[in-house]
T-cell receptor, first 110, second 115 residues
């Protein structure tokens, strides 16, 4: 079983839709959870950062962590064409290297 | 701009060539990383440097040779590469101590093609 599983998509949604992106993981020691966004021809940039279980909201973005299910989500409300990118989940237990998912490619169609 | 600059952006090299990738960070960080990004695969960590000292070598073949002369600069020296080494090579930097080390800033990458 891979440490982090992420559906690579592609995912295509109309503008204004609510987008749900997800990752599952197998290592129960993971405590720190991140979502990175990567535009075409750019490096990843940190979008959301959460510690342990719970929700975190930042504008149109909400990150959720359910440690009991080993499942994390990123929700994008009122999606815009500028949200079209690849979204990478990443996680670790603190003082260990980040483990990344494969990334989900999202297209928001105007 | 993310504060992490990588050059060159694109590189085409033959299997017998020697080339180097360069990374520079202007963020005052003291940890730097090399990652490999291939299609349909997760980001693969290659090397980690903390305060110029290599602390992680993720079973990377010796045809990849990193160099970190100071906390702001990181190089990846390449020689006798294979076609399967074609990928996007990303440099990142962060503060050294957890949990801040999880907040990594990436460069735009070098797209490498090995012929």
């Amino acid at each position: 079983q891979k440490e982090v599983e992420q559906d690579p998509g592609p995912l295509s949604v109309p503008e204004g839709a609510i987008v749900s992106l997800n990752c599952t993981y197998s290592n129960s020691a993971f405590q720190y959870f991140m979502w990175y966004r990567q535009y075409s021809r750019k490096g990843p940039e940190l979008l959301m950062y959460t510690y342990s279980s719970g929700n975190k909201e930042d504008g149109r973005f909400t990150a959720q962590v359910d440690k009991s299910s080993k499942y994390i989500s990123l929700f994008i409300r009122d999606s815009q064409p500028s949200d079209s990118a690849t979204y990478l989940c990443a996680m670790n237990s603190g003082n260990t290297p980040l483990v990344f998912g494969k990334g989900t490619r999202l297209s928001v169609i105007a | 701009e993310t504060g992490v600059t990588q050059t060159p952006r694109h590189l085409v090299m033959g299997m017998t060539n020697k080339k180097s990738l360069k990374c520079e960070q202007h963020l005052g960080h003291n940890a730097m990383y090399w990652y490999k990004q291939s299609a349909k695969k997760p980001l693969e960590l290659m090397f980690v440097y903390n305060f110029k000292e290599q602390t992680e070598n993720n079973s990377v073949p010796s045809r990849f040779s990193p160099e970190c002369p100071n906390s702001s600069h990181l190089f990846l020296h390449l020689h006798t590469l294979q076609p399967e080494d074609s990928a996007l090579y990303l440099c990142a930097s962060s503060r050294r101590d957890p949990p801040a080390k999880n907040i990594q800033y990436f460069g735009a990458g070098t797209r490498l093609s090995v012929l």
